[in-house]
Every structure is written in structure tokens, then in C-alpha cells.
């Protein structure tokens, strides 16, 4: 079975002192600055996992909904996940919670939507569920309450 070839690169950006500083390139020509947590210039590696992790469920989901005509006008993926003090410090739990918006957006599309990514289309889940445990949650909040609160929100 023949397969894609992901490519990265990092390049240090001081040769000189402690810093670990890097400018990473993806295959497809992004740059993006990681760093560690004295640094504190970019993303540390590891939330660049969670964040794949969160864009890359987030892809499917909204893919799977809209092929079910699910009219979804705001959506949210929020991932947090647990790492050991002691190297190396994989993921062993990991939350993610879904925030669909919509309108007249059925639960049950949710639920098998997510069961999707989780199960069959996320490259980044199946990665990290070699290490961890999910937790999955999701809640749909009607599109004219979102718009309630926004708006009262503004109004503060």
C-alpha cells in the first residue's frame, strides 16, 4: 500500500546560547516559529500536537455535517490534554469538547459525526490514541440563542 510523504524541517534561529528556538517549514511552505517554555516565542511541539489533534477532528466534523445538511453556522473544538512530569511526556488523557452552533442541528448528526472522526477519518487521533484515553463531549446551542448572548454580551 502506497501512502503521502509528510515533509518538516526545523531550523534553529540562534546557534549561540541556550535557546531552542526554531522556525519550522511544513511540506506544503508554512512557517511557524516553536519554542519552549522559557523562550516563549511560539508554540511549544507538544501544543502543536493538540492543536492538529483539535484541526484535524474539526475538519471531519464540520465535512460530515455538512454532507448531512446540517445548517451549522458557528463550531469550536477545544482540546486539553494530560502529560507525566517524567520524559517521555505523551498524551495519556486527552478532553475534547465540541461546540456546534446552528440552526435546527440534530444531536444524533453530532454524535456520529465525531464517532467518525474518532474511529475512521482523524490521522492525528489515531496517532495519539496509541498513548491516551479520549474523552469526547459535545453540546449544540441553537443559532438564535448564540445570538442572544452575543449580543448581550456586547451590550456589557
Known sequence: MEGV????SAILTHAE????QFVVTTGSGHHLIVDDAVG????K??????AALAGCTAFD???ILRKKRQRVTGYEVLV??????DPPQVFTKVRIRHIVIG????????????????????????????????ET????????????VAAGVQGQ
Open 103 to 134: 440552526v435546527n442541528v440534530d444531536a444524533e448528526a453530532v454524535e456520529s459525526a465525531i464517532h467518525l472522526s474518532e474511529t475512521k477519518y482523524c490521522s492525528v487521533g489515531a496517532m495519539v490514541q496509541k498513548t491516551a484515553s479520549f
Open 137 to 148: 463531549t459535545f453540546e449544540v446551542i441553537p443559532a438564535d440563542v448564540a445570538e442572544v
Open 5 to 8: 510523504v509528510i515533509q518538516a
Open 17 to 20: 546560547g541556550t535557546g531552542r
Open 61 to 63: 466534523v464540520i465535512n
Open 45 to 50: 511541539p507538544i501544543e502543536l500536537v493538540a
Open 40 to 43: 516563549a516565542t511560539g508554540a
Open 80 to 85: 486539553e490534554a494530560d502529560q507525566p512530569s
